[in-house]
């Protein structure tokens, strides 16, 4: 249901080698594009219970994001395209929740 992940953490990212070289980790931010566009990214934010849907990702508790809606509202589809953003774009911020929780959300709002 993912077709990409935007994650410096993952050495198949291009940036890889130089977050690496800058970070002594890779933080819990990250992004990733639904299979489906836009209307697998609205889903997945309303099935989700611990991820909160959020204008922006500065909190401690776990938050999900669509930037065609926040950061990137006024982007024409070609600006997104250079952006490295598509209408399914889903960002991420991982707060100081239980993982297992965390992922039992994502699961469940995946299915």
Request: hydrophobic share 45%.
């Amino acid at each position: 249901k993912i077709e990409r992940v935007h994650y410096p953490g993952l050495s198949s990212h291009p940036d890889h080698g130089l977050a690496k070289r800058q970070m002594t980790g890779f933080g819990g931010m990250l992004a990733f594009d639904m299979k489906a566009g836009l209307p697998a990214a609205r889903r997945f934010c309303d099935k989700s219970r611990i991820f909160l849907l959020a204008g922006s990702l500065g909190g401690v508790e776990s938050l999900i994001v669509l930037p065609i809606y926040t950061s990137h509202h006024r982007m024409s589809t070609q600006e997104l395209a250079a952006a490295g953003v598509s209408l399914g774009t889903v960002r991420m911020s991982i707060g100081l929740e239980d993982p297992d929780d965390l992922i039992a959300d994502l699961k469940l709002a995946l299915a």
